[in-house]
C-alpha cells in the first residue's frame, strides 16, 4: 500500500504553437513555496523508507505573457527498482486581482505500482492580506486504470477508475530570506469496481542553502490512511493501511 499512498498527481504535454524561451530565472526572486511559479529546476530527494527522487522542470516564457512549465520526476525503492514516474504540464497565468492573484491549470500523467492515470487540474493563489500569509487551492478530476498487481490483491478484473482530488495549503514565511513552513490537507477519491479513498496531511518546511537563494533545502512529513473496497460489496477483498514518510529534498534553480 506504501506504493499508492506516496503518489502525488501530475503529468504533462508537449506544447506547440507558441514562440516560447527559457524563463530567466536571475530576474526574478525564487519562492518555492508559491504553488504558482514556474521554474527550471533540479532536485533529489530522499525517503525516510530508502526511496530515492530524482526530478526536473523547465520553464518557459510564452509571448503573450503567461508562464509554462514541463516537469519529469522518477522514484526508486530501497532496492534500487523502479517505484513509479510523474510527466507534468503546467501553465500559469496572472490574473492581477488583488485576492487571486495567480493562477495554474495542469495535464499530469502519473505511473505507479498501483495505478496509471491521466488528470486535468487547476491551482489557485488566494491573498489573505495578512502579512506572511499565503493560500493556494487545488483539485483535480482523473481517468485511468489500476495495474494488474492491484486488481489481482482486489480479486477484481475491471480496472477502470475515475476521480478527483483536492487540497487546500496553508503557507507561512516568517522571515526575509524566503523559509518557508505549509501545512496541507489533501483527499483522493478514486471510482470503480474498486473505490480507493485517501486522505492525507503533509507538513512542509524549506529554507535557501545559499546566499543567492539558488539552492533550497526542505523536510516534509506526510500522513496518509488508504482504504480500498470492493465496490459491490464484497469485504473479504476490503484493505486499509496508515503511511507516514519523512523526505528531505535538495533543490537547485537554474
Known sequence: MNKFTKTAL??????????????????KTVDPSDLTAVNTTASFGMAGNGDATLSGSLGFALKNGQMAMTTLEGSLDKDGKYSDSRLQYFHVFNIGNAVVPKAGVSLDIIDNQAFTTAAVGAVAMFNPDVENLVFFGRAAVLGGGYSDFTADIMGESNTDIVGGMAAFYAVWKPGADGTYFWISPEFTYLDGDIETMVPKVTLTAGTPLSADAKHWGQIMLESSDTTMKDSRGNKNHDLSGTDTVITATYKVYF
Open 10 to 27: 501530475a503529468t504533462t504535454l508537449l506544447v506547440s504553437g507558441f514562440n516560447t524561451a527559457i524563463a530567466e530565472e536571475s530576474e
